[in-house]
């Protein structure tokens, strides 16, 4: 009996629209639809698809055994992690060795900060794995802002948010651009270095983008207690001169 294959397809930032045709195509035609999500919610990969799923469609979620704000040690984050990785990439095995095709959604990219990676790590030496690419979030929330992010020979970073100050400071202390992700708790943290750097002015905030309650505010407007996880501050290139 033929195996099945390892789909990790990027849904997008969040907009149904924003699929590729390719992601719409082998999502159909999929016989199981594997999906992370939270204890009480579906998750957004999910929502961003459901109305292209069919009946018939075996569903995979996949819970996180930690949402939120991580536990202070003695808990073991890392190795819970791991185990439930190890344990949702056995699922999916078992669906593969019985010969069905398993699409796994992932938000944006699935190789960009998703956690799809986790499962390709574990199966893609066992089992044919392909990844479609998504729309990622940085081009998407420029696209929201109404920025372009780089022009000509400039450069981009990308930063975690949860990066410690100091090595913020280190690495904004000389961009050109730079998005900043994984913002939440972080944001106070991310808007004070920013601010030290004098680079708070060029910076914009986004929550959301692309989706149907995306919300853009001035940085300065921002009350950290309310930014979300899904939300992006850009330091857009310099607008070029000469063409
Ligand atoms: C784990 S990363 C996943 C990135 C994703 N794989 C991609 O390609 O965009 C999650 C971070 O992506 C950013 N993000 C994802 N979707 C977003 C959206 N629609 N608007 C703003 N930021 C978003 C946020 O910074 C969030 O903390």
């Not at 469609?57 to 996180?64: A, G, S, T």
């Not at 990844?131 to 981009?156: H, K």
């Amino acid at each position: 009996m033929a195996v099945g294959r390892l789909i990790g397809i990027g849904v997008g930032p969040g907009d149904p629209e924003l699929l590729t045709l390719k992601a719409l195509r082998l999502l159909r035609a999929a016989p199981v639809v594997a999906y992370y999500a939270g204890p009480k919610k579906r998750g957004n990969a999910f929502t961003t698809v459901q109305d292209y799923l069919r009946e018939e469609q075996i569903l995979l979620p996949l819970i996180y055994p930690v949402t939120g704000r991580i536990p202070a040690p003695p808990f073991d984050y890392e190795g819970v992690m791991s185990r439930f990785y190890d344990a949702s990439a056995e699922r999916i095995a078992a669906h593969l060795a019985a010969g069905r095709d398993v699409v796994t959604l992932c938000e944006g990219d699935p190789f960009f900060y998703g956690s799809f990676m986790y499962l390709h790590d574990r199966l893609s030496g066992r089992f044919r794995a392909d990844v479609v690419p998504g729309v990622c979030s940085v081009v998407a929330s420029a696209a929201a802002l109404g920025v372009p992010l780089v022009y000509r020979d400039q450069s981009m970073l990308v930063l975690a948010g949860t990066l410690p100050e100091d090595e913020l400071a280190r690495r904004l202390a000389d961009v050109d651009a730079a998005a900043i992700m994984k913002l939440g708790s972080n944001f106070a943290k991310v808007r004070r270095v920013l601010s030290q750097l004098g680079l708070d002015t060029r910076a914009l905030y986004v929550e959301r983008a692309t989706m149907t309650d995306e919300r853009i505010r001035p940085l300065a407007d921002v009350d950290p207690a309310t930014v979300p996880y899904f939300a992006m501050v850009l330091l857009p290139g310099a607008r070029w001169q000469g063409a």
